[in-house]
């Protein structure tokens, strides 16, 4: 049997791997959103919170690492399973009919991880929604706990709104979103973020995108207010190019508030004095 020559066999692994990667870019393609561009540049560019290229916290963050060579870190330690225990059995979790719950029955469902459903006013709201069993581009990456991804988008009823803190893949997933948009009515995120729902088929009409302290009026009863947060943004490479932020739902009757991932900030203060109490506070911490 002969054997193939040396430059054959490079020039098969050469197709190989190009095939690969171009699988590889069709498949994440979708799944890892898009920059803001044109008229939607041009409103986070006029941000008093983008500075340098970027958004910027009220107070400075110690610097992050980026680039490839962080990336690559990341995926090697996706590998590293043995210091990363996970619980020895499915956490034990209610799954509640969520359609089934009155229209004027005021209530908060914990869904899971910065997931939540939200009944207010008569209206649900749906926060940072994610029913995939992993935050990642890739299905075998940060892989969630057993039990505490037992609800789907088929489980979800119509909503008034969606809630976005931030484009993380852990707050913002692909596959969720894209089950969500003939079940939402519109989705309220900070600035930039309108890029990677407009890439997954949201259209205008359904994208809100909104800076620090601004307000959305969904009904005369029913405001939804975005408001500081402490943390940071990006899907892959591009840090900071879309607006991270925490929301405050007020009716006549409750006021909600939703911090998103946060650290801590002078933010907390000034949302203290400007809403003066909360009947419920959802903290991410950790």
């Known amino acids: 049997m002969s054997k193939l020559p040396v430059k054959r066999i490079a020039a098969i692994a050469l197709v190989m791997l190009t095939v690969l990667g171009l699988s590889?870019?069709?498949?994440?393609?979708?799944?890892?959103?898009?920059?803001?561009?044109?008229?939607?540049l041009s409103a986070v560019q006029a941000s008093s919170q983008y500075r340098d290229g970027a958004f910027r916290n009220e107070v400075p963050s110690p610097p992050r690492p980026n680039g490839l060579a962080?990336?690559?870190?990341?995926?090697?330690g996706q590998f590293a399973t043995k210091d990363r225990p996970r619980p020895p059995a499915p956490l034990p979790a209610i799954?509640?009919?969520?359609a089934a719950l009155p229209r004027n029955q005021d209530v908060v469902v914990w869904l899971g991880h910065s997931s939540y459903f939200v009944q207010v006013g008569g209206r649900r709201l749906l926060?940072?929604?994610?029913?995939?069993?992993?935050?990642?581009?890739?299905?075998?990456?940060?892989?969630?706990?057993e039990g505490t991804n037992i609800y789907r988008v088929e489980d979800i009823p119509e909503v008034d709104a969606v809630l976005i803190s931030h484009d993380h893949y852990d707050h913002l997933d692909y596959s969720s979103m894209k089950g969500l948009l003939?079940?939402?009515?519109?989705?309220?995120?900070?600035?930039?973020?309108?890029?990677?729902?407009?890439?997954?088929?949201?259209?205008?009409?359904?994208?809100?995108?909104?800076?620090?302290?601004q307000t959305v009026e969904l009904a005369p009863d029913l405001k939804i207010h975005v408001l500081p947060a402490q943390h940071y943004s990006g899907r892959f490479m591009d840090r900071n190019q879309s607006l991270?932020?925490?929301?405050?739902?007020e009716t006549p009757q409750r006021r909600l508030y939703f911090s998103g991932d946060t650290g801590f900030g002078p933010h907390f203060e000034n949302i203290a004095k400007r809403f003066d109490s909360f009947d419920l506070v959802a903290l991410d911490a950790g």
């Open 127 to 145: 926060v940072d929604p994610v029913f995939s069993d992993y935050a990642a581009p890739l299905p075998w990456m940060v892989k969630a706990f």
């Open 95 to 98: 799954k509640t009919d969520l």
């Open 70 to 76: 962080f990336a690559w870190r990341v995926i090697q």
């Open 182 to 213: 003939s079940k939402t009515r519109v989705v309220i995120a900070g600035l930039g973020n309108g890029a990677h729902l407009a890439h997954w088929g949201y259209p205008p009409e359904k994208i809100r995108e909104m800076d620090w302290n």
């Open 24 to 40: 590889a870019c069709a498949y994440l393609h979708k799944p890892l959103g898009q920059l803001p561009e044109g008229e939607r």
């Open 244 to 249: 991270w932020a925490s929301y405050a739902v």
